[in-house]
């Protein structure tokens, strides 16, 4: 399993070495997806603070009753559950999923992410952060600028489900119809019911810069935790997924300043891979590694 190499004093967001391009993910076999960047004990450290062998465990979402599958890192309480049609999408067309982004805030600030590829370079990403109104605000970048990847549009949006989303103080809760998005030219794209994928997340207590509402908002370092998690993407197909994304809200708009999306941008590297050093953590579900001290 490939890790992130050290590279001290980077200071962008998905900060970090680059690893073995996925290229297009097609369930055959685990592929490492996660975001380089920061951890808990110091910002200039690139370790991840979760493990590819953590896999997703089942979970029931008390709003929507879906059985679905959800990564939880007991340390920083980040979660990422999510749920697949039964019926599986024609090949080669984009698919969609039912999500939910559960983490921590201080003081009613914080953000949290999940992207489809693990490359710094034009890593799709969803990310989420109070809008400083009582709800939530949701953002799709691409990061291909590493210090602050811009907003980006496309074929694909994020619709909010109706009682699936709260913010106060301490939490935000994000559930959402993940629509259009699970596709090739994004850098993910399912095309089989049983297979298992690497995923990543990441986690940062502070606002992204500038108004709070707004999609476009700087996002900055994610020194609260990032890594990988197994996906049982097999285990994550349900009855009941059509009913419950029927009933979501219209799609979140962008700020009128995003840019569109460029397929395959992901694919496009310079040859700098990780080590090569491989992961031995297997078998963990639920908790992130401990290879990083709290202190």
């Not at 999510?82 to 201080?106: H, K, M, R």
Request: proline letters at 7%; aromatic letters at 10%; charged letters at 20%.
């Amino acid at each position: 399993m490939l890790i992130p190499r050290h590279i001290p004093h980077r200071h962008g967001i998905f900060q970090g070495a680059k690893h073995t391009n996925p290229r297009r993910l097609m369930l055959t076999s685990p592929t490492v997806l996660f975001f380089p960047g920061i951890s808990l004990a110091q910002e200039d450290d690139d370790d991840p603070t979760s493990s590819a062998g953590q896999l997703s465990e089942p979970f029931i979402d008390q709003v929507t009753g879906l059985q679905m599958e959800r990564f939880f890192g007991a340390r920083t309480s980040f979660g990422f559950a999510f749920a697949l049609p039964e019926a599986q999408s024609a090949v080669g067309s984009p698919a969609s999923f039912i999500g939910q982004l559960s983490f921590p805030l201080v003081d009613g600030q914080g953000w949290g992410a999940f992207g489809l590829t693990g490359d710094m370079e034009g890593n799709f990403i969803l990310a989420a952060w109070p809008d400083g109104n009582g709800g939530v605000m949701a953002s799709f970048r691409q990061a291909t600028d590493e210090d602050n990847p811009p907003e980006v549009s496309g074929g694909f949006s994020v619709r909010p489900l109706p009682d699936g989303v709260s913010v106060n103080a301490t939490s935000l809760v994000y559930t959402f119809l993940y629509e259009n998005c699970l596709d090739s030219t994004l850098g993910l794209q399912l095309q089989a019911t049983g297979e298992d994928a690497v995923m990543g997340w990441a986690l940062s207590q502070r606002p992204p810069r500038g108004d709070p509402s707004d999609p476009g908002a700087f996002l900055g370092f994610h020194e609260k935790g990032f890594g990988p998690f197994t996906a049982r993407l097999g285990q994550a197909r349900v009855a009941g997924f059509d009913a419950v994304a029927s009933g979501a809200l219209g799609a979140v708009q962008d700020s009128g300043n995003a840019v569109p999306a460029v397929p395959g941008v992901f694919e496009d590297d310079s040859g700098d891979e990780a080590s090569g050093d491989e992961d031995e953590a297997g078998g963990e579900s639920g908790d992130e590694s401990d290879s990083d001290d709290d202190d």
